[in-house]
């Protein structure tokens, strides 16, 4: 029934499983891949024919992870998987991000890639899989797919790297890098690091495009024995003659507009060029307008790129390594907690900084369970950014992976959650683009959260390089313009402080960059990261050493875990108490940190002092601030530390004679007190006659002490045998005379005592 094809190799000490011909067989490729106990299904399908009008190639990638492949169900209401989480977003990009290229120019057939995660084994991370999974699946399709590509995720320790770590290994690790790769060059790179060196973060890309060759390799073989018989497509270029012509219109006016520095003149000017092609070729058909315009797009591409490779020449006059002008300027919001302006030439970025509290801890709910994450950093990119009009509304997948590269770039130089217990949000919205905005978020999120008072390791910048690639001839470009983006053939994202890269990234539009060309990216990348660290410190030069007065205060403290419970009290009583009387929140975990955060310094002070009353012990001598809770005849009891209550005795309020308690203290009356004693049984006494209650001070007691009495001597009490009324102890009075009990009653004849014991109770 089923034709399987089957290959299997080792590969970082687990077995990589591709399979095809059993499931999913009416799609034009589908593979089960399969490392360790992590399966990802992928199934490729590609329309047969290309949509009237198409002038784009239509490639969507989904990728989605069953709950059912962990044993979960989904957590909320539906209880089913529904729209794309944050991860499957990046996935997905992950995914498309190096297949794209490897299309032929001119191939418009729609093409969706599903990759599906069926079984997870909570180690084995399903992104390398699934993009393997794609590959293999593009491959064997027969689509006209310049393939495969491997892909590879590389870990760094002890000066070691490691190939495809588990999760826990990963933690422990100083990067977190995915590389996919043709057998010649790399397509794309993604990692977050902990300020590694240049030479080092090449090495793990170098390493991992070495291990892709293996899985390469596995696809190959798999595609030997079931690919699918190649498409046969036209793709031949006979435009010649027509190209020539378009060049004769607007050739001039094309190379006039990219002389333009200002963005929008040069956007006018080659506005005007293209309308001026579009009058030229009213009359033709349409399928010749459409190619007209897409030549005209290829002409502007070679104008520029011939200008920057020929001659060095830049769209806005820069030299290929020069920076545009930076301007830094932070707390200009006066209630945001951190804020920041980043402007770097027609780029600009508003970034602020929010603290929060625990509860303000994003839930993530996936294949790994929920957990927790207490830095968040989203990206805008409203459509006034780029002088245009457009949707407004929830972000995309650009968007998101914007989001997440700054993210990655700022999360290694965070302080620890015990060093600096708040919830971090930073929120980026680009106002103008003109360049890498992800990195001007890079650079802007930095500076807010040192304006907020962040206490980072090290500050970071970002950086964004661009590539002209004609066979051998290359120039690496430093701060790209959105239309050196947009025509040159790579995107190379770095981000790092003073010490080393925290993150790279890495998209080109080519079949590919070497190991020569990233070597130079890299080392210009390090001196332009340094120039824009520079300009920010013109703005803000360290991290601000006191919080936002807008800011939510945190104050931890450690109590024994036994004592736990007495805090919360039953049902939470208590400590629903403290926060309703004080105004500051109380969370507490399982190890006894307790974390007390308010705005209101006082409040978390009035906090602090009650839970210190509840855990700790009254020290004889010392004294206490307390409030009058209850009034009795022969004194007052005061509550003190928090949850303590202590007798002041009548003889213990002032040091001349009181006859009534409610002479001197009423019932939630403040006063200061000393401890006196506290007994064996817990009890403890109180003085208010020694303390200045006006100054909390120690007063000498002038009282003198009292004349202790001599045991045994009981005054008044007399003798004791003679207890007057009571007897003798031998003669208890009235009790009956002599307490001896006297000759035990005879039994009758029966055996039964008199008046005693039934019949059917017989006697020995």
Not at 168 to 189: I, K
């Amino acid at each position: 029934m089923f034709d399987v094809k089957k290959v299997e190799i080792e590969w970082g000490g687990k077995t990589l499983t591709l399979e095809t011909g059993r499931i999913a067989r009416q799609a034009d490729g589908a593979v089960l891949a399969t490392y360790g106990e992590t399966v990802v299904l992928c199934a490729v399908t590609a329309a047969k024919s290309v949509k009237e009008g198409q002038d784009f190639f239509p490639l969507t990638v989904h990728y989605q992870e069953k709950y059912s492949a962990a044993g979960r169900i989904p957590g909320g209401f539906f209880k089913r998987e529904r729209g794309a989480t944050e991860k499957e977003t990046l996935v997905s990009r992950l995914i498309d991000r190096p297949v794209r290229p490897l299309f032929p120019e001119g191939f418009y057939n729609e093409i969706n890639v599903i990759a599906q995660v069926l079984s997870y084994d909570g180690e084995t991370e399903p992104d390398i899989v699934a993009i393997v999974a794609a590959s293999a699946a593009l491959t064997i399709s027969g689509v006209p797919f310049m393939g495969p590509i491997g892909a590879a995720r590389v870990g760094f320790k002890d000066g070691e790297y490691q190939l495809n770590p588990s999760l826990s290994e990963a933690a422990e690790g100083r990067l977190d890098l995915v590389v996919a790769a043709t057998q010649d060059a790399v397509m794309m790179v993604e990692s977050e690091a902990k300020e590694l060196t240049e030479e080092e973060m090449l090495g793990a890309v170098v390493f991992a495009h070495q291990e892709s060759r293996k899985v390469i390799g596995a696809i190959i073989d798999l595609a030997e024995q079931a690919a699918k018989d190649p498409w046969e497509i036209d793709l031949s270029d006979n435009t010649a003659d027509l190209k020539a012509q378009i060049k004769g219109i607007v050739g001039a006016d094309i190379a006039a507009a990219y002389k333009l520095t200002d963005k929008s003149a040069r956007s006018n000017a080659l506005n005007a060029a293209r309308d001026k092609v579009k009058a030229a070729f009213a009359e033709a058909d349409g399928q010749t307008l459409m190619t007209a315009i897409k030549i005209t797009k290829k002409l502007e591409a070679e104008i520029v790129r011939t200008a920057i490779l020929k001659d060095g020449q830049r769209i806005d006059g820069r030299t290929t390594t020069q920076i545009r002008p930076i301007e830094a300027m932070v707390g200009f919001l006066p209630r945001t907690h951190g804020s920041a302006l980043f402007t770097r030439g027609e780029t600009q970025a508003i970034c602020t900084t929010t603290l929060g509290t625990k509860d303000a801890e994003q839930m993530v709910d996936g294949l790994d369970g929920v957990h927790y994450g207490n830095f968040m950093l989203h990206y805008n990119f409203p459509p006034y950014s780029v002088g245009e009009v457009g949707r407004f509304g929830a972000p995309g997948r650009r968007e998101i992976g914007h989001g997440k590269l700054a993210w990655r770039a700022l999360h290694p130089v965070l302080p620890s959650k015990e060093d600096f217990p708040y919830t971090i949000r930073v929120l980026s919205d680009i106002t103008e683009s003109n360049g890498s905005s992800s990195m001007a978020t890079v650079c802007g999120g930095c500076l807010s959260m040192m304006d907020a008072g962040v206490p980072l390791t090290r500050p970071v910048s970002g950086i964004a390089m661009g590539l002209i690639l004609e066979g051998k001839e290359f120039t690496v470009l430093s701060d790209i313009l959105g239309d050196e983006d947009h025509l040159g053939d790579m995107d190379f994202k770095v981000a790092g402080t003073e010490e080393g890269i925290t993150s790279l990234q890495m998209d080109i539009k080519v079949a590919g960059i070497t190991e020569e060309i990233m070597k130079v990216a890299l080392a210009q990348a390090k001196e332009g990261r340094a120039h824009i660290l520079g300009e920010m410190k013109k703005g803000l030069g360290e991290v601000r050493s006191e919080l936002s007065a807008h800011a939510p205060r945190i104050e931890t403290m450690q109590i024994d875990k036994s004592k736990i419970r007495d805090i919360i009290g039953t049902g939470g009583k208590v400590i629903r108490e403290i926060v309703a009387e004080t105004g500051a929140k109380v969370d507490i975990d399982d190890d006894g940190v307790i974390k007390i955060s308010s705005s209101d310094l006082s409040q978390i002070e009035a906090a602090k002092a009650w839970i210190l009353g509840i855990v700790e012990e009254a020290e004889v001598g010392k004294i206490y601030n307390g409030k009058v809770v209850n009034i009795v005849d022969f004194g007052a009891f005061v509550n003190f530390m928090g949850g303590k209550d202590g007798l002041v005795h009548v003889s213990e309020m002032r040091n001349e004679r009181v006859e009534k308690p409610t002479d001197v203290v009423s019932e939630g009356q403040e006063v200061k007190v000393k401890v006196l004693e506290i007994d064996n049984r817990g009890k403890v006494r109180l003085s208010m006659r020694v303390v200045d209650q006006e100054t909390g001070e120690e007063l000498e007691d002038t009282r003198p002490p009292r004349e202790p009495r001599e045991k045994g001597d009981r005054g008044p009490r007399g003798d004791r045998n003679d207890r007057g009324g009571r007897g003798d102890r031998g003669d208890r009075g009235g009790r009956g005379g002599d307490r001896r009990r006297g000759p035990r009653p005879e039994r009758n004849d029966d055996g039964d005592a008199p008046g005693g014991l039934p019949d059917f109770i017989t006697q020995d």
